[in-house]
C-alpha cells in the first residue's frame, strides 16, 4: 500500500509536460528491454590511442616527495591480501572478495539483482536488501582514483594495472540494463569521471591494451546515452540532472570514440553552462539548501572545467561569480575546526575522492584557486590535500584568467542592502544567517523548506540553528543517517524533533510522503534585520497552520545569542494547541538542567541555555521510545548525543518564549574544582 501511496503523490508532484516525458521514456525501456542498446553506440573509432583525449601532466617533484608516503601506503594495500576490503560511507571494512562481487550489501551481506532487468528493480520500496546507497558506492569505486594517483606519483605499474583490472570486472559483471548498478543516471555519471581521471592517471605507465580500452569506450558510450535518455528533467532537475550533464560532456570530450560523441559533449555542455549557475545560487548557497549537495554540484563543476581547461573550451563568467561567492558562504558557515553544519541532507560521497580528506577549511582555497584569486593561499603553503586537488582538477595558477573584484561577490541586484557587516552575514535567497561572536558562530536556516516540488533532500528545520565554538561544535543538526532501508531512521532525522527549533503538537512543520518526497511544506518568510553594531534578525514560518511560528534572534557578538520564539493565530477561532515542545540538539558532552537553566559541557566550551517563561525540561541520550537524542556525524553512523526538549502544556496563546544562550571557553581545572563558569541569576538580570 505504501508503494502505490508513493506512486501516488509522486505523480501528482509532476507537470503534465513531465508526465508525457516519462511515458515517451517508458517507451524507451521497452525497446531498449528488448533490443539491447542502439549498435551506433559501439562502433568505435581508430586508433584508440588519440580517441582518448584527456590527459593529467605530470605532478610537481615536491608534491610527488611530500605525497609519496600517504600513497605509498594505497599502493600497497591494492598489492596486498586485503586488495578488495573497503570501509564505505563510514560502514566497517568489508572484503567484497576476489574478483570483486559488485552486488554485496555490506550490512546485510545479502546480493542485489544481478542479472535481473535494471529497470523493474523497485530499490525504493524495500527494506530486505539494505541500503542501495551501498551497493551504489561500491560501483562507483572509491578507490580507484587515489590508487591511480599513487601509481602516478610513484610510477608503479602494478598498481596501475589493479585499477585497469577493476574497471573490466566491473564492465563484464554488469551488461547493459541488467542489475542494480543500471538503475540511475547519476551512478553512471560518477563513473564516467572516475574512469576518465583514473585512465588519465596511469595513461603514461601503458599497462592497458587496445581491446581493455575499447570495451571500457564502449561502457562509456552506452551510460551516456543512458544518462542522455533518462535526464532528469522537470520535478527532479536536482544534483542528478547536474551530474547527468557532467558525464554526457566528459563523455563527449574525453571518450572520442564513437559518433554520438561529439552530440553528448555539446548538450551536456549546454546543459551544464544552464544548470550550474540555477542550482548555485548568486549568494554561493545551492537551491537545495544543503552544504553536501552545494560541494557535490561544486565538484561537478571542477570536473567539467577541467576538461573544457584540457579541451581550450571556455567558461561562462557565472561559474567564476558561483565559485567565488560559495568560496565566501562556506567560509563564513564553518568554524575553526569544525565541520560544515549539517544543513539538509548529507550521504559523504564525493564525486572525485583523491585519497586525502579535504577539509571543511580547504574548500574555499580551492575555490579561489578555481578563479584566478589565490593571492592569499601561496602554492607551498597551501595544506596537501589541497595541492593535490589543484593537480588533479588541473588548477594552475598561471594559466587562470583573473576574475574581477564584482565575479567575487552576488550582483548587487541579486540581493537586498545592508545583508552584512563584519561580525553578521544574512545570504539571500538561501536565507542563512550567519552571526559570529569573539570564539563562537551561530548559522540560523530562515530560508526556504528546499527545492521544490519534490523538496528531495530538505529536513523540516524551518527556523533551526546550529552554533559552533573554535574548535567544537556545540548545538548541532543531527545529521542524516541513511536514505534507503530503515523508513523509521530516515523520517525521524529529517524530522522537526530532531532539529533545534519550535515543534507544535508533536507535528512536523512539513509533510513526509516518501523518503525523498514531501508534501505540504512550511512557507518561510524573512521579516526584518539588522546587522549593526547589535544584530537581530526575524523570520517567521506557516508549517503549523492556523498558526504561525516568529523567531528573532539577537546578539551584541559577545558569544551570548538571545533567542525570542513566538507563535500565533494567523486566523480567527483558531484551536489552542495541546503542547509546544522547544527542541535544542548538543553535541557530545555533559548536559544537566536545573532550575529552569541547563548546562552544557564540552571538552573546550560550557553552555548555559536559560528560558522563561518555565516549562517542562527533559533531557534525552540515545533514546528509542520515543526517538530522540542522537546524531550522526557520518552517513551510516550514528551515536548518542545529548538533546533537551522544554515542553509547554496546555500553553496560554499567543505564546512566548525567551531563551538566551550563553557560551564561555571551560576553564582548565573545571572539573577539579567543580566551580561552574555561569551565574545564571546574574545572566538572566543582564538581559531583561
Wanted: one cysteine or more; aromatic letters at 12%.
Amino acid at each position: 500500500m505504501k508503494r502505490f501511496t508513493w506512486y501516488y503523490h509522486r505523480l501528482r508532484a509532476m507537470p503534465p509536460a513531465e508526465i508525457v516525458y516519462r511515458a515517451r521514456q517508458k517507451v524507451d525501456v521497452w525497446l531498449l528491454s528488448l533490443f539491447g542498446p542502439p549498435r551506433k553506440l559501439f562502433q568505435i573509432r581508430q586508433p584508440l590511442e588519440s580517441a582518448f583525449s584527456f590527459r593529467i601532466k605530470a605532478p610537481s617533484p615536491r608534491l610527488v616527495e611530500e605525497a609519496a608516503e600517504e600513497f605509498a601506503r594505497i599502493a600497497q594495500l591494492a598489492k596486498g591480501q586485503k586488495r578488495n576490503a573497503f570501509a564505505l560511507l563510514g560502514l566497517p571494512e568489508r572484503d567484497f572478495g576476489t574478483p570483486i562481487n559488485w552486488f554485496t550489501d555490506p550490512v546485510t551481506g545479502k546480493t542485489w539483482p544481478a542479472t535481473e532487468n535494471a529497470f523493474s528493480i523497485d530499490f525504493r520500496h524495500q527494506e530486505n536488501l539494505g541500503e542501495v546507497k551501498y551497493v551504489w558506492e561500491l560501483g562507483r569505486m572509491p578507490w580507484l582514483v587515489p590508487r591511480a594517483i599513487a601509481a602516478r606519483l610513484l610510477t608503479d605499474r602494478e598498481v596501475a594495472r589493479t585499477v585497469i583490472e577493476d574497471i573490466i570486472s566491473f564492465v563484464k559483471a554488469n551488461p547493459p540494463y541488467h542489475g542494480v548498478h543500471w538503475t540511475s543516471g547519476l551512478e553512471q555519471a560518477v563513473r564516467i569521471v572516475n574512469w576518465t581521471w583514473a585512465l588519465a592517471l596511469i595513461e603514461p605507465l601503458r599497462v592497458f591494451t587496445d581491446a581493455e580500452l575499447q570495451c571500457v569506450a564502449q561502457y562509456v558510450a552506452v551510460a551516456a546515452d543512458f544518462c542522455h535518455r533518462f535526464r532528469s528533467l522537470y520535478s527532479s532537475s536536482n544534483n542528478h540532472l547536474l551530474g547527468e550533464a557532467v558525464g554526457m560532456e566528459i563523455a563527449g570530450r574525453c571518450w572520442r570514440f564513437s559518433r554520438t560523441a561529439h552530440k553528448f559533449g555539446d548538450l551536456g555542455g549546454r546543459m551544464m553552462d544552464g544548470e550550474f549557475p540555477r542550482q548555485v545560487t548568486p549568494d554561493g548557497a545551492c537551491v537545495e539548501l544543503s552544504v553536501a549537495y552545494l560541494l557535490e554540484d561544486l565538484e561537478w563543476s571542477f570536473c567539467a572545467a577541467a576538461v573544457r581547461r584540457h579541451a581550450n573550451v571556455g567558461l561562462p563568467s557565472t561559474w567564476l561569480q558561483r565559485w567565488g561567492a560559495s568560496a565566501h558562504f562556506l567560509e563564513m558557515i564553518q568554524n575553526e575546526g569544525c565541520p560544515f553544519p549539517a544543513l539538509g541532507d548529507s550521504d559523504d560521497a564525493r564525486i572525485l575522492p583523491l585519497g586525502l580528506e579535504i577539509k571543511a577549511s580547504h574548500w574555499p582555497q580551492i575555490l579561489r584557486c578555481f578563479c584566478g584569486n589565490s593571492a592569499n593561499y601561496h602554492y607551498a603553503e597551501q595544506p596537501l590535500a589541497v595541492r593535490l586537488a589543484r593537480w588533479i582538477w588541473s588548477i594552475d595558477t598561471g594559466d587562470q584568467v583573473a576574475s574581477k573584484v564584482a565575479m567575487m561577490s552576488p550582483p548587487k541586484d541579486s540581493v537586498p542592502q545592508e545583508t552584512s557587516s563584519s561580525h553578521a552575514e544574512l545570504f539571500q535567497p538561501s536565507g542563512i544567517l550567519v552571526l559570529k561572536g569573539k570564539e563562537t558562530k551561530l548559522v540560523a536556516d530562515f530560508g526556504p523548506h528546499g527545492y521544490g516540488p519534490l523538496y528531495a533532500h530538505a529536513h523540516a528545520d524551518a527556523l533551526s540553528i546550529t552554533i559552533d565554538g573554535a574548535g567544537e561544535q556545540i548545538l548541532i543538526d543531527p545529521g542524516t543517517y541513511c536514505y534507503h532501508g530503515q523508513r523509521v531512521w530516515r523520517n525521524w532525522f529529517r524530522s522537526t524533533r530532531a532539529h533545534n527549533t519550535l515543534e507544535v503538537d508533536e507535528r512536523d512543520q512539513s509533510e513526509m510522503r516518501g523518503p525523498f518526497l514531501w508534501g505540504r511544506v512550511a512557507k518561510t518568510r524573512l521579516e526584518c534585520w539588522t546587522l549593526g553594531g547589535r544584530a537581530e534578525c526575524a523570520a517567521s514560518h506557516d508549517g503549523y497552520t492556523p498558526w504561525r511560528h516568529r523567531r528573532t534572534i539577537s546578539t551584541d557578538f559577545e558569544d551570548k545569542y538571545v533567542v525570542w520564539d513566538e507563535v500565533f493565530a494567523e486566523m480567527p477561532l483558531a484551536i489552542r494547541p495541546n503542547k509546544i515542545t522547544l527542541w535544542w540538539h548538543f553535541a557530545p558532552g555533559e548536559l544537566s538542567v536545573k532550575d529552569g537553566h541547563a548546562t552544557w559541557q564540552g571538552k573546550l566550551f560550557e553552555c548555559l541555555l536559560e528560558w522563561e517563561p518555565c516549562g517542562e525540561a527533559i533531557t534525552y541520550l540515545g533514546e528509542q521510545a520515543p526517538l530522540q537524542g542522537w546524531m550522526s556525524p557520518k552517513f551510516s553512523v550514528r551515536v548518542a548525543a545529548p538533546a533537551l526538549g522544554v515542553h509547554f502544556q496546555r500553553p496560554a496563546m499567543p505564546f512566548f518564549c525567551r531563551t538566551v544562550i550563553a557560551i564561555r571557553r571551560c576553564a582548565p581545572d573545571r572539573k577539579a574544582s567543580g566551580v561552574t563558569l555561569f551565574d545564571p541569576s546574574e545572566l538572566g538580570r543582564q538581559d531583561k
